[in-house]
């Protein structure tokens, strides 16, 4: 890696031959817009979807096609010691064939075997052949040396097609990025783990038109799956009316229930090795659900019945070595409340969070206090919530080990 006497962080951002290389040209703009140098490296292919003009301009460099060009200066070696960070957007199947490989027949994948930086791929192709068997194992393989394969969206592909196999938004792509950069030389440390995450808020319908529920945004929820796919896990997330993009490399399931959070909560845990209650579910659930609207003449009388608990259901049911990571939402008591919850719900950790006075719920921003049983409460002062997913992650990485 280069000497970082210059503060502004190095990108290589390599790009291959497929129909997604258009939204690399936006995860361009978003890196040099936030201070990132950024040298565009296009394969041969690339250069057939979006002209190296276009890729001079957005990045204010000369951009690098080929190994003998500036040979005095050793481009395929140069490029990836200055980096400190690699993205290939899109990653087609044969880019990564060749990653896997360890083939060096371009100056793209002459740069893969340089760099001593973290690389993020972002695969993009057609369903069937993200499945097929070969590519199956050339992203393990790639996993297993340390980098970071981002899983595919669910979407439009090319032609009428849909499917697994879409270049993830730009926008999540640039946040898993940044994430590593922020991580530096440190390795992946969650490589090999299957991580769920739960997030939202779920909603509990009374009529056709109204609902009880709470004020969980799911952004504490997000932070930790982004952060957890940055550490190279597996992440599965559980989102309960959560209004933001799906986690660029996490593979996304949407619910809005309480009861259809704890089924498609308990069917991901079987096979995790980390399951995180981040989501709020509602307590409790009207008795009756009314199919017509109710009328304010009519007044409103409400019998409720409690939801089940999804947290002491995947406490009781977890394996020796699964660890379970449960939140507490509290308004007094915090420690004492939180303590309590550690033990009823057969908890390895709880993330306490003091609510009210625009705390916890929809920031940017928030300070939490970690409890385990084995340990000193440590309190986590104000922060991003990004910030605080990490600090979350490093003691489940503590008690994985």
Same mark, same amino acid.
């Given at each position: 890696?280069?000497?970082?006497?210059?503060?502004?962080?190095?990108?290589?951002?390599?790009? $291959?031959?497929?129909?997604?290389?258009?939204?690399?040209?936006?995860?361009?703009?978003?890196?040099?817009?936030?201070?990132?140098?950024?040298?565009?490296? #296009?394969?041969?292919?690339?250069?057939?979807?979006?002209?190296? $003009?276009?890729? *001079?301009?957005?990045?204010?460099? #000369?951009?690098?096609?080929?190994?003998?060009?500036?040979?005095?200066?050793?481009?395929?070696? !140069?490029?990836?010691?200055?980096?400190?960070?690699?993205?290939?957007? /899109?990653?087609?199947?044969?880019?990564?064939?060749?990653?896997?490989?360890? =083939?060096?027949?371009?100056?793209?994948?002459?740069?893969?075997?340089?760099?001593?930086?973290?690389?993020?791929?972002?695969?993009?192709?057609?369903?069937?052949?993200?499945?097929?068997? *070969?590519?199956?194992?050339?992203?393990?393989?790639? =996993?297993?040396?340390?980098?970071?394969?981002?899983?595919?969206?669910?979407?439009?592909?090319?032609?009428?097609?849909?499917?697994?196999?879409?270049?993830?938004? /730009?926008?999540?792509?640039?946040?898993?990025?940044?994430?590593?950069?922020?991580?530096?030389?440190?390795?992946?440390?969650?490589?090999?783990?299957?991580?769920?995450?739960?997030?939202?808020?779920?909603?509990?319908?009374?009529?056709?038109?109204?609902?009880?529920?709470?004020?969980?945004?799911?952004?504490?929820?997000?932070?930790?799956? =982004?952060?957890?796919?940055?550490?190279?896990?597996?992440?599965?997330?559980?989102? %309960?009316?959560?209004?933001? /993009?799906?986690? !660029?490399?996490?593979?996304?399931?949407?619910?809005?229930?309480?009861?259809?959070?704890?089924?498609?909560?308990? !069917?991901?845990?079987?096979?995790?090795?980390?399951?995180?209650?981040?989501?709020?579910? %509602?307590?409790?659930?009207? %008795?009756?659900?009314?199919?017509?609207?109710?009328?304010?003449?009519?007044?409103?009388?409400?019998?409720?019945?409690?939801?089940?608990?999804?947290?002491?259901?995947?406490?009781?049911?977890?394996?020796?070595?699964?660890?379970?990571?449960?939140?507490?939402?509290?308004?007094?008591?915090?420690?004492?409340?939180?303590?309590?919850?550690?033990?009823?719900?057969?908890?390895?950790?709880?993330?306490?969070?003091?609510?009210?006075?625009?705390?916890?719920?929809?920031?940017?921003?928030?300070?939490?206090?970690?409890?385990? $049983?084995?340990?000193?409460?440590?309190?986590? $002062?104000?922060?991003?919530?990004?910030?605080?997913?990490? !600090?979350?992650?490093?003691?489940?990485?503590?008690?994985?080990?």
């Amino acid at each position: 890696m280069r000497d970082h006497t210059d503060a502004r962080p190095e990108i290589v951002l390599g790009v $291959a031959g497929g129909i997604a290389a258009y939204k690399a040209c936006e995860l361009l703009r978003l890196f040099t817009e936030s201070g990132h140098g950024v040298t565009v490296i #296009p394969t041969e292919s690339a250069l057939n979807f979006v002209g190296e $003009a276009t890729w *001079a301009a957005l990045s204010g460099r #000369p951009v690098a096609t080929e190994v003998f060009e500036d040979v005095h200066r050793v481009p395929h070696v !140069a490029l990836g010691r200055q980096a400190d960070l690699l993205v290939v957007a /899109p990653a087609t199947a044969d880019l990564l064939a060749r990653a896997a490989a360890g =083939r060096a027949d371009d100056l793209l994948t002459n740069t893969l075997l340089t760099v001593s930086g973290p690389v993020l791929f972002a695969p993009a192709m057609h369903t069937e052949m993200w499945e097929n068997p *070969a590519t199956v194992d050339n992203v393990a393989t790639l =996993r297993r040396r340390g980098h970071i394969v981002l899983e595919p969206a669910v979407g439009r592909l090319t032609g009428a097609d849909t499917g697994k196999g879409r270049l993830p938004e /730009p926008e999540e792509i640039y946040a898993t990025a940044t994430r590593l950069l922020r991580r530096g030389a440190d390795k992946p440390d969650l490589t090999g783990r299957h991580i769920v995450v739960t997030a939202g808020g779920t909603r509990e319908p009374l009529d056709p038109v109204r609902f009880l529920g709470n004020r969980s945004s799911g952004k504490q929820g997000y932070a930790l799956a =982004r952060a957890a796919v940055a550490r190279g896990a597996r992440v599965t997330v559980i989102a %309960a009316n959560v209004g933001l /993009p799906d986690v !660029a490399g996490a593979s996304t399931r949407t619910v809005t229930t309480t009861a259809q959070l704890h089924e498609a909560t308990m !069917a991901a845990a079987a096979d995790a090795d980390v399951t995180v209650m981040a989501a709020a579910p %509602a307590d409790f659930r009207p %008795a009756d659900y009314r199919d017509r609207k109710i009328k304010k003449s009519e007044g409103l009388k409400l019998d409720l019945v409690t939801n089940p608990d999804i947290a002491a259901d995947l406490g009781a049911s977890k394996r020796p070595d699964q660890l379970l990571v449960a939140f507490a939402a509290e308004t007094q008591d915090g420690v004492s409340n939180a303590r309590a919850k550690l033990v009823a719900k057969r908890a390895d950790l709880i993330v306490l969070n003091e609510v009210g006075d625009g705390k916890a719920f929809g920031t940017d921003d928030n300070a939490v206090t970690l409890i385990t $049983a084995d340990s000193d409460p440590v309190e986590v $002062a104000l922060a991003s919530k990004d910030d605080i997913a990490d !600090a979350i992650l490093d003691v489940v990485v503590k008690r994985l080990g």
